[in-house]
């Protein structure tokens, strides 16, 4: 297919055209990322004015500047930035005030409908401001009645609604050009910015106190090409938009033949935001890969405000770091080209025991049940090496009761195919003395189905993750020492342990990623991603009190990472207290090259979110001291 050549508008200045000379080639655009940001522009509006990574950046100062300091953007600054926006600049309302009896926006009715619904709406999705995991906000605008009932909410009236780490302004973009323009502004009036896509956000990457968010959410362009050509893949592929959420990428597969586009397992995640960016799991990556190896061209906005397209031949360091290591660190993306497949299938089988008395799968006491999880661990590692992923819990439920459930689902098996592959599985099960019938796998569904885009709800949960190696497998004392620490952490710690067994060794799954990407040593290792989850009720927990539930929780997930060496941990499911995050979420082997890139197309550290890429040069500096987003974002003493 021809590519259709990207519209980049002539600049006056030498050093522009010099730089778009070298930067900005012909890849394929969207309408709406053909219409930029250019000299006319800047020339009305000098804030918007372009940067120059060649140039060493003028130091603004410790802070970002912040609302009420004297070089906060003036009313009339901020108004002719909308001007210039097309009126896309909100300064919205957080969704909780309805629910505070003394905010201007109070509305019983409202609050209502949020606190019971809004799980079946597009409410929280659709809000410019909203997080689905509230605590890294700092929690000062809960969604709950005002007699404190509701999700996070106690026995006790919430405290007034405040804005918090809520970002101040958001840019509602829908071009390029709103996109340039906010990072502009940003980087010229020294303002802390943040991006949001749907909300997905478990470690505050999309909020902070005082800031400007690059709200990308309604960037929905697609476009299938069945036979797309570039220097390194040829074959299928499709565009999609920044916007595009898992359900509609699924509706786009059945509205073009039933091809197959790894998506993310949660309807209404982003595909083309942090879940791509950071790596990217879900149904088929031991079949298709992880979203990032997915991507073979990228357009993004970079800090200095170019519009510039990515890929194997042209920004190779930029394509490079992006897919797989570029949540929150390297530019905005505005729409990405992601291999396409032929369809696909998936049968499922669902298992599950407890120590609840007269329920299937029931056993006898605890002891039976741990060595039924430990005879199913250690099977499987077999589950990733036959194309599947399995999605499975391990639960306390009080008075020294345990559940275990999973989900596995094997793309392009049969029915038979699954239970042989099962049969030894079930044979160490009954073993172990867990009294199950081999259960019957589901009729093959294809992967392309319709799907709806509703049913999220807010959460406070916390995630420290792992991704245990699959030399683990190999070593049978070692692994017997990860199972022991999985064990105390839900049966002393009370914490849920949630597992997903699958395959990413680009070897030997999917299609070549070339050129290689930045995905994580860890991820490539990997033969389960496994988090342990924290729901305590943060939000009535004093300082002191917050900061012994995080020391709790590292301890917990510490044992489980002590015993998994040569592991890593996930981004986009990992906890901002992550300990030597840079190995674990990155590997020492490749940040530095990371660092590097960083450098390069971002010397004014504008783009920042916790443990991203280059964030230990900058601290938030909360007046609680917990580790939220609602303060200042300011340089490290030391950087």
């Not at 002539?10 to 070298?22: H, K, M, N, S, Y």
């Not at 879900?282 to 298709?288: A, E, F, G, L, V």
Request: charged share 15%; net charge neutral.
């Amino acid at each position: 297919m021809k590519r259709a050549n990207s519209i980049i508008h002539g600049a006056a200045a030498t050093a522009r055209l010099l730089f778009l000379a070298a930067h900005a080639v012909a890849g394929l655009t969207f309408p709406y990322e053909t219409v930029q940001l250019d000299e006319t522009d800047v020339a009305a509006f000098p804030a918007v004015s372009f940067g120059n990574t060649s140039a060493p950046p003028v130091p603004l100062g410790e802070c970002r500047s912040f609302p009420g300091d004297a070089d906060w953007p003036g009313e009339a600054e901020w108004a002719a930035l909308d001007d210039l926006l097309d009126g896309r600049l909100l300064r919205p309302t957080p969704l909780g005030a309805a629910c505070d009896p003394a905010h201007a926006a109070y509305d019983a009715a409202r609050c209502e409908s949020l606190v019971r619904d809004a799980s079946r709406t597009r409410a929280l999705l659709d809000d410019p401001l909203t997080v689905l995991t509230v605590w890294p906000q700092g929690d000062t605008c809960r969604v709950v009645l005002p007699t404190g009932s509701g999700p996070g909410g106690g026995a006790d009236p919430p405290p007034p609604c405040t804005r918090g780490g809520f970002p101040e302004y958001v840019v509602n973009a829908t071009t390029a050009r709103h996109v340039q323009a906010a990072v502009n502004f940003a980087r010229n009036r020294n303002l802390r910015l943040v991006v949001k896509n749907t909300g997905h956000d478990f470690g505050g990457r999309s909020v902070g106190a005082g800031s400007l968010s690059v709200w990308t959410h309604h960037l929905k362009d697609s476009r299938y090409m069945a036979n797309y050509d570039s220097a390194f893949y040829s074959g299928r592929a499709m565009q999609l938009g920044a916007g595009i959420e898992a359900w509609e990428m699924s509706n786009l597969m059945v509205d073009h033949g039933g091809i197959t586009i790894t998506a993310p397992g949660c309807s209404t995640v982003g595909g083309v935001g942090g879940w791509m960016l950071g790596g990217g799991h879900t149904t088929i990556t031991s079949s298709h890969g992880l979203g990032a190896d997915q991507v073979v061209e990228l357009n993004v906005v970079t800090a200095d405000g170019s519009f510039v397209t990515a890929n194997g031949t042209h920004n190779t360091d930029l394509f490079w770091a992006l897919r797989g290591s570029g949540v929150g660190s390297f530019g905005i993306v505005t729409s990405a080209v992601f291999k396409a497949y032929a369809p696909v299938s998936i049968t499922g089988v669902q298992l599950q025991w407890q120590t609840t008395a007269g329920t299937s799968g029931t056993v006898v006491d605890k002891e039976t049940f741990w060595r039924g999880i430990n005879a199913y661990f250690k099977f499987g590692i077999n589950v990733g090496l036959a194309n599947g992923v399995d999605f499975n819990y391990i639960r306390k439920q009080g008075n020294d009761t345990y559940s275990f459930t999973t989900s596995i689902s094997f793309p392009g098996k049969t029915p038979d195919q699954v239970s042989d592959h099962l049969a030894p599985l079930m044979r160490s099960l009954q073993a172990a003395g867990v009294n199950m019938t081999s259960p019957l796998p589901a009729q093959p569904r294809p992967y392309a189905s319709r799907r709806g885009g509703t049913g999220d709800s807010l959460g406070n949960a916390r995630y420290a993750s792992r991704l245990w190696p699959r030399s683990l497998w190999a070593d049978e004392a070692g692994f017997a020492r990860a199972m022991a620490a999985v064990r105390a952490s839900v049966e002393e710690g009370g914490y849920t342990f949630h597992g997903l067994l699958m395959n990413t060794d680009p070897d030997t799954v999917g299609t070549p990623v070339v050129p290689p990407n930045s995905v994580s040593p860890g991820w490539r290792a990997a033969a389960m991603h496994a988090s342990v989850q924290d729901s305590t009720a943060l939000a009535h927990l004093t300082p002191a009190d917050f900061h012994a539930a995080n020391e709790r929780l590292l301890k917990y997930s510490g044992a489980i990472r002590a015993a998994t060496p040569g592991g890593g941990a996930y981004i986009n499911e990992g906890y901002s207290l992550e300990p030597g995050w840079q190995d674990n979420f990155y590997g020492l082997v490749v940040y530095p090259r990371l660092l590097r890139v960083k450098r390069d197309v971002d010397p004014w550290g504008l783009f920042w979110a916790p443990t991203a890429v280059g964030s230990e040069a900058w601290e938030v500096r909360t007046v609680d001291k917990r580790p939220t987003q609602n303060g200042r974002l300011c340089r490290q003493t030391w950087a």
